[in-house]
Nanobody
Framework: QVQLVESGGGSVQAGGSLRLSCRLT????????MGWFRQAPEKEREGVVI???????SSVDSVKGRFSVSKDNVKNTLYLQMNNLKPDDTAMYYC?????????????????WGQGTQVTVSS
């Protein structure tokens, strides 16, 4: 059974950094699309960044230049490095995965989800 386990959330001041981790278990880390979504209170879930099955990365405009994604294929782990964090980045962050085609702007293309990790940025 494929599972995603996130870690690395926390509370920081604006301008700070955090790194989120998402470990994939139950599957060899190949030909799978994985990504990060976030959801703030009373807002819809938003795609932050995805890495598709061919290694192509897509990210939302609001995080470009601040967030970066990387993979460790040995550890089966996807990382999200978040720099220069802003209060608007405050949300629950979720790791997601699919064996099929995926879309940054469509959470429904991801059938596999982690439990989420909270990121809080204070001004």
């Amino acid at each position: 059974q494929v599972q995603l386990v996130e870690s690395g959330g926390g509370s920081v001041q604006a301008g700070g950094s955090l790194r989120l981790s998402c470990r994939l278990t139950g599957y060899t880390y190949e030909r799978i699309c994985m990504g990060w979504f976030r959801q703030a209170p009373e807002k819809e879930r938003e795609g932050v960044v995805i890495v598709d099955r061919y290694g192509e990365t897509s990210s939302v405009d609001s995080v470009k230049g601040r967030f970066s994604v990387s993979k460790d294929n040995v550890k089966n782990t996807l990382y999200l490095q978040m720099n220069n964090l802003k209060p608007d980045d405050t949300a629950m962050y979720y790791c997601a995965a699919t064996f099929d085609d995926c879309a940054l702007n469509d959470a429904n293309t991801f059938p596999i989800w982690g439990q989420g990790t909270q990121v809080t940025v204070s001004s």
